[in-house]
């Protein structure tokens, strides 16, 4: 099968892989009988979509998008179906509402899933979660599914389905150039930094020594700092205007 890393220039990839053998796949600190129970014996995951479904359920009402990354992968794209279908001209009822854990390390996850206002947000949807490939869906869709078979304030949410983006944003990327309902940039681990999709209007991206990526497509997000358009992360990189 093929990986978002096909094709990219050597300089861009890891020089190597390395294998570990890890208690929790995504660390969320929970109670190992509680993790061998969630994510083996109660169902599994959840339903895997291609990435042509994924978008036709980005589009249906009665739905929330769960962003289960990191807040600062988030800050910089994300699916957000409203907004785009304004700018794609995509004419839609509703479309899925997104919700943000803004968790700044996987830990947050769990907490944020038993807050009384997420449970609030999640009752009577269809839920749709993604992430940069699909690991950390993998987990995050399965607690839930546990907590929906397992605790009776969740089961009580009559919650539709959980789906998630086989794959992740990188695959919807190739199946969608124009964007499809993704706003932003996709933050990635190896040294793209980030790219975005490959017709997105300005997105001629190409590699500088000094700095890697350069692009045209302007920033959604903001410098932490000074609050000026910024979305590139590096070791020891500041904003222009920092």
């Keep these: 099968k093929s990986c978002s890393t096909d094709n990219l220039p050597d300089k861009q990839r890891f020089p190597k892989l390395n294998v570990f053998e890890v208690t929790e796949l995504v660390t969320y600190g929970l109670n190992p009988t509680i993790v061998a129970h969630a994510f083996q014996n109660t169902g599994g995951t959840a339903t895997h979509l291609e990435p042509q479904e994924y978008h036709e359920k980005l589009l249906e009402d009665n739905t929330v998008v769960i962003d289960v990354r990191n807040q600062y992968e988030s800050d910089i794209g994300h699916f957000d179906p409203i907004e785009a279908s304004k700018n794609e001209n995509i004419n839609i009822a509703g479309g899925a509402q997104m919700l943000n854990p ?31 490939g699909g690991v950390r869906c993998e987990r995050a869709s399965a607690l839930l599914r546990h907590k929906m078979q397992t605790e009776e304030d969740v089961k009580d949410l009559d919650i539709k389905g959980v789906y998630q983006l086989q794959g992740g944003i990188d695959k919807y990327f190739k199946a969608f150039p124009n964007g499809g309902c993704w706003k932003g940039k996709n933050y990635t681990f190896d040294k793209r930094f980030a790219h975005a999709p490959i017709n997105k209007t300005g997105n001629k991206t190409e590699t500088s020594e000094n700095d890697g990526l350069k692009d045209s497509l302007s920033p959604i997000s903001k410098c932490a700092s000074c609050s000026k358009p910024e979305d590139k992360y590096r070791g020891k990189f500041r904003c222009p205007t920092c």
Excluded: H, I, N
Aim: aromatic share 10%; net charge positive; glycine share 4%.
């Design 102 to 132: 803004k968790m700044r390390k996987s830990t947050e996850f769990p907490v944020w899933l038993d807050k009384p206002e997420t449970k609030a947000q999640l009752k009577g949807k269809q839920v749709l979660m993604y992430c940069t």
